[in-house]
Every structure is written in C-alpha cells, then in structure tokens.
C-alpha cells in the first residue's frame, strides 16, 4: 500500500463520523478554527486557547499580605510572564473562554482567603463583591473582567459597588498619587448584612481595592477582607 499523501491526510476519515454527530462537530469545529485562528494565550502555540505547559503555570501560588488600612489580603498569581499574557488576553483581547482557567486560581484565592477571616466565615456566609468596572471599560470591553472571573470560579458576584466618577491613568503614579486618584470613583449601590470580601483582578499598590474597602466601610458594610487574582511584581518588591 502505498504510503498516505498530504491530500489524504487532509481528507475526512468516515470513521470519525458517528450518528451522534460528533465527527460533524469536529469538522466544524475544524472548520472554523481555519475562519477564525486560535493561539494559546500564555505562549502563542497556533491551534489551542491555552496549551498545557501555559495551563500549569496558572496554578495558583496564594500569598497573603495587608493592604494599607490594615485589611487581608490574598492573591492567586504573579502578573508577570505566562499568567501576565493570559490576564491581557481576557482584558484587552475579548477572550473570555480564559475565564474558566483564571477563575480557577481566583476562586482558589478565595478559598484561601477565607481561611483567614477573621471569625472564620465560610464561604456560604460571605458576600463576594467585585471592585466595579468604569463606564469606559465596559464600552471597550462589553462586559466586567472581575465579574466574568467570578462566574469561571464559580461564585456569584454581588454588585454593591457602582462606578463613580472616571479615574486618571494610573500606571505612572506612585503610592501616594494612585491612592488620591481613585478617591470618588466608587459608591455603594447596595448594602448587605453579610461580611464582605471585595475582589479585582490585579493588584499593585492596592489603592483601588483600598478605595472598594473605604467606600462600603463608610457605607457600614462589614469589609473581612480582599482579594485579587494577581498582583503585580511592584507590589511582591515591598
């Protein structure tokens, strides 16, 4: 018999179709994938979301530290190499089939920061509250980064937090300036009887979360702590 050639390669096996239809999804699937081209998030390997060497480096590493006013807090990640290029990837690229594997290691976080309320509160007794998107971000983006990570881990996200007015451009200002920068650019919508732990997705000084903690405390919510799924090599240099 001679030897297969590219073209039989490239031609269905009837094999592969079943009255299931699960050949038919493949093809299609197949299909689809030459329309609309998939690379791995963390690496850029052509033909998968996120291959397995870049899936294991989003195992979560819990740290644990304090943000200024004294509140616990957990992180699941570094925002550096792989896990960096995977949290852009759900941000700036609309991947949101990423939420799954982050949200793994979010709500591995959460788990872990619980453990560290004070009191003890179980999950089921804990209000889990998203630091909010601006109005501008979700007009880029169409949905919450926090928000859509909370529903890959797998935990319902209570809006007590809204929006308020528009922050500066973070990313060159220090401690001091990053913490004036967000004053006011959230209230409370909601309140609830529950401890609460405030979420976001990457830390660095903690101002934004420290804002989130401010406002509700303000507000007489009860803040037990905060978490976040990575936080940034600035913020792991203290």
Excluded at 202 to 219: D, F, H, M, N, P
Aim: charged share 20%; hydrophobic share 45%.
């Amino acid at each position: 018999m001679p030897p297969p050639t590219e073209l039989d390669a490239a031609r269905p096996d009837p094999r592969a179709y079943s009255p299931h239809g699960r050949g038919l999804r493949a093809a299609f699937a197949g299909a689809l994938s030459l329309l609309i081209p998939t690379w791995c998030a963390g690496c850029d390997l052509p033909g998968v979301e996120l291959c397995g060497a870049c899936r294991a480096l989003l195992m979560p590493r819990p740290r644990s530290s304090l943000l200024s006013d004294g509140t616990p807090l957990t992180t699941a990640l570094q925002f550096d190499g792989v896990p960096a290029s995977v949290i852009r990837a759900l941000k700036e690229d609309g991947r949101t089939g990423l939420a799954r594997p982050l949200g793994t290691a979010l709500g591995d976080a959460l788990e872990h920061g619980l453990g560290r309320v004070p009191g003890g509160a179980g999950a089921g007794g804990v209000a889990v509250a998203p630091v909010p998107a601006s109005r501008a971000a979700i007009r880029r983006r169409g949905y919450s980064v926090v928000e859509v990570l909370l529903r890959g881990a797998g935990v319902r996200p209570v809006r007590l937090l809204a929006p308020g007015r528009a922050a500066g451009d973070q990313r060159r200002l220090g401690r001091g300036e990053r913490a004036r920068n967000v004053v006011g650019t959230m209230r409370v919508r909601a309140s609830t009887a529950l401890p609460v732990v405030v979420v976001d997705d990457v830390v660095t000084t903690g101002a934004t979360l420290g804002e989130a903690v401010a406002v509700l405390r303000a507000a007489g919510v009860e803040v037990v702590g905060a978490v976040a799924l990575a936080a940034t090599p600035r913020r792991l240099r203290r």
